[in-house]
């Protein structure tokens, strides 16, 4: 089992690019996260998905877009890159609704730099 | 709204100490999970243990032990006879049956040799 898998590890754009990160889990998970952690600070969750073809907005989804077209796979858009998304970015996915069971396995993140 | 505090943004010890990191946390469900995640130099993070709101038994794990405290909302996790390999960002978090987790800010813990 890789766990969950992103790519790439590092990144650097330029204002008004556009860019994908991609995110993969072979653990047959049905919920996949993404999250920003911005220096010194704690992970905030930009959007979330419970299965193929369900995503939802988390809190702070504004500048992203994700789509789920497989269980495995949940890509995270970023269509005209500005400074104030330069973070590090997580995925995660978790196995089950009953959050007794809702241990989020994260990915090894991708550091995103936009100048 | 769920809200978790970790008031330590920092702190720093000499290996072998004893040291506690708190999380105070803020939420209007009777039913939630709480959390630490660790994240080392290497970014990742690791899950290391969930405990849930009817459950106020303390754990202790090696050398780990956490402290769950509902009259006080608080979930403190103590590391005992710290190494150098503890060093590293911890994070708090708790989510309700919702399934979002809500993190705090995290504690930087520096182990020095």
């Known amino acids: 089992n890789a766990g969950v898998t992103q790519t790439p590890k590092f990144r650097i754009l330029k204002i008004g690019q556009s860019m994908t990160l991609q995110c993969a889990q072979d653990m047959n998970h049905n919920y996949m996260y993404w999250y920003r952690q911005d220096p ?18 988390g809190e702070v989804p504004n500048g992203y877009n994700v789509s789920r077209s497989t269980t495995e796979d949940f890509p995270l858009r970023l269509e005209l ?6 973070s590090v970015y997580f ?19 991708t550091r995103l730099t936009v100048l | 709204a769920q809200k978790v505090t970790q008031a330590q943004t920092e702190i720093s010890v000499v290996e072998k100490e004893d040291v506690t990191l708190d999380c105070v946390y803020e939420t209007r469900d009777t039913t939630y999970y709480l959390f630490w995640y660790k ?5 990742e993070l690791v899950f290391l243990i969930r405990r849930n709101s009817f459950d106020e038994q303390n754990e202790i794990s090696g050398r780990y032990s956490w402290n769950f405290q509902k009259s006080t909302s608080s979930f403190n996790f103590t590391i005992t006879a710290s190494q150098v390999v503890d060093s590293a960002v911890y994070f708090c978090a708790l989510t309700n049956a919702g399934n979002m987790l809500t993190f705090g800010g995290g504690t930087r813990l520096m182990v020095k040799p």
């Open chain 1, 40 to 57: 010194g600070m704690g992970l905030k969750l930009i959007y979330y998905s419970v299965g193929a073809g369900i995503t939802d907005k």
């Open chain 1, 81 to 86: 890159a500005a400074p104030s998304q330069t």
């Open chain 1, 91 to 109: 995925c995660a996915s978790s196995q089950q609704l009953d959050p007794s069971y809702n241990e989020q396995f994260f990915g090894p993140g």
């Open chain 2, 39 to 43: 994240q080392p130099p290497s970014g």
